[in-house]
Structures are given as structure tokens and as C-alpha cells.
Nanobody
Framework: QVQLVESGGGLVQAGGSLRLSCAAS????????MGWFRQAPGKEREFVTA???????????VYADSVKGRFTISRDNAKNTVFLQMNSLKPEDTAVYYC??????????????WGQGTQVTVSS
């Protein structure tokens, strides 16, 4: 069964931190790059970050400029889980965050499978 389940969202004050988790079915985790997107009210969905499938070799990560230096993506292959550590949160980070399993196509990451999303709200 294809499944991505996010958790860890919530309400935090500006400057605070949250860690999102995404538990994936093994079929969706092994061999797939993983990424996060977000969508704020009234705005288009935007790419946040992605991490390559490493399989024991070098891991590659990419970040949107708006989160670079504040967010960190990582994956635990033994637990089929990807994490998004979010520090120095800003009100403009408020959005529904979606976990995805996908691939790099050309120079851009695209998600093929999506979770249901988890709400992150940053108060000023």
C-alpha cells in the first residue's frame, strides 16, 4: 500500500523550532528521493526541500532560498522516515507541509506520491 504519513506540525512562536516527520511505506521509501512542499492560504504550493536516495552513497540535498540555513532535511532508511527540522521559524513559514516521494527530473525535484499534509502555524 502506498502511504506517506506526516506528523509534528503545530503552533509555534516566531523564532521557535519544529521537527516534522514523514513515515513512508517501504515501497515508497527505498530508491525514492524524498521531499517537502508547502502551501500557504491563498498561495500556490511551493517546493521547500528534497533529499536523494543514498543507498549507502553520497546524499544530496537541495533547499528553497527562503528556508536555506534554517531548515534541514534528513532521512533514516532503517525507519523509512524522512525528517524536516525547522529552526528560526517565521510567520511566513505558516503553511500546510506535504511530504512527498519522487525523483529529480532534470534539475528540479518533483513529487510522485503525496502525504495528507500537516499544518504548521508560526505566530508573531
Amino acid at each position: 500500500q502506498v502511504q506517506l504519513v506526516e506528523s509534528g506540525g503545530g503552533l509555534v512562536q516566531a523564532g521557535g523550532s519544529l521537527r516534522l516527520s514523514c513515515a513512508a511505506s517501504r515501497r515508497l521509501f527505498s530508491g525514492y528521493a524524498m521531499g517537502w512542499f508547502r502551501q500557504a492560504p491563498g498561495k500556490e504550493r511551493e517546493f521547500v526541500t528534497a533529499i536523494s536516495w543514498n543507498g549507502g552513497s553520497t546524499v544530496y540535498t537541495v533547499y528553497a532560498d527562503s528556508v536555506k540555513g534554517r531548515f534541514t532535511i534528513s532521512r533514516d532508511n532503517a525507519k523509512n522516515t524522512v525528517f524536516l527540522q525547522m529552526n528560526s521559524l517565521k510567520p511566513e513559514d505558516t503553511a500546510v507541509y506535504y511530504c512527498t516521494a519522487g525523483a529529480w527530473r532534470g534539475t528540479a525535484y518533483s513529487g510522485d506520491y503525496w502525504g495528507q499534509g500537516t499544518q504548521v502555524t508560526v505566530s508573531s
